[in-house]
């Protein structure tokens, strides 16, 4: 039990020491690992050796952004998250969670296709498929293009919505996901983020109404 407040503090101390905005920071940690346990409770019974990898699992699903190529060279990352879990966990362990966490982002699944991990493979997908799911969240994808972006508000809309019509919206055509856990939970966050979508289409117009400041802003995509 003693791990987890460490991994929840480095999290924290990482996130400030490289300028990991919310988006990817302690918050959305502490929401994939809950996805992570959401999946793995409903596959272990499947998969019952997944018992003795819960710790691998967790603690992939806690750190696995603090070695984002977006805000840190991953081989520097992937060294603070070595020295955090050194003794702490076995070898075989660290290795596997170096593993996961190095080739589970959507950029690397597309790019190399999913790793060979042997016994490993289905906590690969669990902890890969958390962090899938947190991937619906339109409002987090709005703060990621907020924090990086020096355009303002309305090209942070615009962007999160090529985002998710060109990517987080395919997850299931482009069979991203393994478990049948996810492929469940994954339709009925599609239709969430539908909604979240169209709140804030109403919200923007809203807005928008007889303000003439906004002529030549940025016209979003048609997602649907």
């Known amino acids: 039990m003693k ?3 460490e991994l929840m ?3 924290q101390f990482t996130s400030a020491k490289h ?3 919310e988006s990817h920071a302690l918050g959305h940690s502490m929401k994939v690992l809950l996805h992570a346990h959401q999946i793995y409770s409903n596959t272990v019974h499947l998969h019952p050796y997944l018992k003795s990898q819960e710790p691998v699992i ?3 699903a806690i750190v696995h952004d603090m070695c984002d190529k977006k805000y840190m060279n991953q081989s520097d990352g992937i060294e603070e998250i070595n020295k955090i879990l050194n003794h702490r966990l076995g070898y075989a362990e ?3 969670i170096k593993k996961i ?3 589970m982002s ?3 699944v597309k790019k190399n296709g999913f790793p060979m991990l042997g016994k490993y493979q289905m906590a690969y997908h669990i902890v890969r498929e958390a962090d899938l799911l947190s991937a619906y969240d339109f409002d987090r994808s709005i703060i990621y293009h907020m924090y990086n972006s020096k355009e303002g508000f309305e090209n942070a809309y615009v962007n999160a919505m090529e985002l998710f019509e060109n990517r987080v919206l395919k997850h299931h055509t482009d069979n991203l996901f393994v478990t049948e856990y996810s492929k469940k939970k994954g339709y009925e966050m599609y239709y969430d983020a539908i909604s979240q979508i169209n709140a804030w289409k109403y919200i923007i117009k809203s807005y928008d109404v007889g303000d003439s400041s906004r002529v030549g802003a940025p016209t979003p995509p048609s997602l649907l």
């Open 9 to 11: 503090r480095f999290v």
């Open 58 to 60: 967790y603690t992939a």
């Open 106 to 108: 959507y950029s690397a």
């Open 19 to 21: 300028n990991i905005d």
């Open 101 to 103: 966490v190095s080739t």
């Open 94 to 96: 660290i290795m596997f």
């Open 3 to 5: 791990l987890l407040p």
